[in-house]
DNA sequence: AAATTATGCTAAATCATTTTAGTTACCTAT
DNA sequence: ATAGGTAACTAAAATGATTTAGCATAATTT
């Protein structure tokens, strides 16, 4: 048995194609369809289990029901948790998920994105790598509905979700004067995306207040994990006053507890420890590390919001959220 | 300017609709088309850039390039790692991916794939909760290429990938003995999938050859981290001569490490740990953990292999690919 | 009673492609 | 001179929806 067309349920109904794709698409109403035709096309549908075909569909409207998720990395807990959200609430809404990592490549990720206009996907939320201003303004241009989020372009009308860098930073860097630490270092990554900006602001501002001198190690964003402990280690055996870290981002916090490991300096006896972007493995670590918790469900929520807003609203104006973040103390940072 | 059709490249070339379709498809050999035309067709293509509208073909052919992914959570470290690179060489070789989380959920799996199945997807990489025997083999009839990984159907025909769990659990138990540990608990999940009664198979059948009872905690698969962590904590309160413990799975030993911790209880002079399931994690933390792990990437190259395969040559015998674990030692079952 | 309006529906064009079943023109062999 | 073959191409049907423009008929107004 081939699959029902929309042409069946016409004749079952005795009725015309077009009546019934008008009471497919809601239309019945004002299309001036009877309540009795209405009701008998609806249950015909629902007898014979009927499915439009979505690539007629498509063809006609342009229009896919599929979100493009375009993250830096995947395998990332951060973004995995993320996208795991705004996978569930969207199939809730009838919409699927296409996504992929761009690795912060810029080259790589026009790449990708050109392959999904293609595929005329219906929305974007991004993490975008820098360099990326053109195909984001492209996007918007074409009225596709497009949310960026963990960083922006400040030159650019677009919606995003972001933390507050900067206060969680400083929140961060407070707590270790706070706790009785006095030499503190960032280290960060060498990327001039925004939310690394923003954290290592935060971080001077407050050191500064202090009446503290900033000291900054700035790592290659592609460097391996094995060179990013080396380039930690070498820095924590030259600046041996050194009492505490704060890490800008998870991975380097990863990093830097291996390197803290090799050279068997104890948390928090010999250095303190605090890391943007909490995680399970914070909790779990013995000692259990301080974090900068991003609220994850918040801004999943928020984006897939923002954009099906959107994509049903499209005149509607630019939304930029900006959610705070929440210090979590654990044994990392407190003196004994 | 509107999107350009395949209308108006043959309109450039003076010549038919169908010849542009032939030469794009391949099939200007085996349809004579002459050289100069052909390669007239491709500079003209080429100049203007011309894309396919992917739903008009779709709507012929019945193809969507799309390969669904259907895990059991995206954010657990292992899935998110294969998802990386499926969707990597997906992408390669001209496929997108859409995916989603089960959550172990046979309802919720089957309701997804009742919704991707209307989609047209090309193909699916499924790691299937219980009770989906029928859906599979719905997927099967359909001739729709299925690839499943992590467990399988001993009663289905299917292709799968999965590692060697009874070995991978044999070795580790082993691993133990020979460390001079002897008495050695298995903690995993109350479900009865493939994977995780391997290992308990593995874990039994190596206690028993060492001459010593096994002693096992099943905790219910859809507790809490709490819950998780409380079960194991009374279990270890309650039997005090054990000195090892060996977790079937990457989340189990999370639970697990926590639950030391809080009773204060020192790896490996206290008790010592193997986990199933490497993870970044069991590297940084201190004491660094054993654990068996998977070939993530020759898993997720073999999975995207054979299902582009099975999407050429339909009629392919299925394929079952068994992969090694591989025991990495580290301090956690390590006497001092 | 004629003109107007409202109601309830539908024919046919359109979207961009693939594919079947040809056609035309030329060449070769008898 | 003619049948048969082949090289090189193409007209048109089919895929399954949406949407514009319009057609009867009945009800209402003048």
Redesign the interface.
């Known amino acids: 048995m081939a699959r029902l067309s929309i042409k069946d349920i016409a004749q079952r109904c005795n009725t015309s194609i077009t009546t019934v794709s008008f009471v497919l698409n809601g239309r019945a109403e004002e299309k001036r369809i009877s309540r009795d035709l209405k009701e008998k096309i609806l249950k015909t549908i629902e007898d014979t289990g009927y499915?439009q075909?979505?690539?007629?569909r498509?063809?006609r409207t342009g229009k896919t029901n599929?979100i493009g998720l375009i993250v830096e990395?995947?395998?990332n807990?951060f973004f995995?948790?993320v996208?795991?959200i705004i996978?569930?609430n969207a199939?809730k809404r009838g919409y699927?998920?296409?996504?992929?990592?761009t690795d912060d490549n810029t080259s790589k990720t026009k790449e990708?994105i050109k392959?999904?206009v293609?595929?005329?996907l219906d929305g974007y939320i991004i993490t975008p790598p820098k360099g990326l201003e053109d195909e984001i303004q492209f996007l918007i241009n074409k009225k596709i509905p497009v949310v960026l989020f963990d960083r922006y372009f400040p030159g650019l009308e677009t919606d995003y979700v972001i933390v507050d860098n900067f206060n969680g930073a400083k929140n961060a860097v407070q707590h270790l004067f706070d706790a009785g630490f006095g030499n503190i270092a960032l280290v960060t990554t060498s990327s001039a995306q925004t939310q690394m900006l923003e954290r290592l602001n935060g971080y001077e501002k407050t050191v500064i207040e202090n009446g503290k001198k900033p000291k900054i190690l700035k790592i290659p964003f592609d460097h391996s994990a094995e060179q990013n402990i080396k380039t930690i280690s070498a820095y924590l055996k030259k600046d041996k006053d050194l009492d505490a870290i704060f890490f800008a981002t998870n991975y380097l916090a990863?990093g830097g507890?291996?390197a803290l490991?090799a050279l068997e300096m104890k948390i928090p006896d010999d250095i303190a420890v605090v890391a943007f972007d909490d995680q399970?493995?914070f909790?779990?670590?013995?000692p259990s590390i301080t974090a900068v918790s991003q609220p994850v469900k918040d801004i999943s929520l928020q984006l897939i919001d923002i954009l099906l807003q959107k994509m049903e609203t499209p005149e509607k104006p630019a939304e930029r959220i900006i959610l705070s973040t929440n210090l979590i103390p654990r044994n990392s940072s407190i003196k004994k």
């Open positions: 499915k075909n979505l690539f007629a498509g063809m599929i990395d995947i395998s807990a995995s948790a996208a795991r996978e569930e199939y699927k998920i296409i996504y992929c990592s990708l392959l999904f293609e595929r005329n990863f507890l291996e490991n399970e493995f909790r779990i670590y013995n």
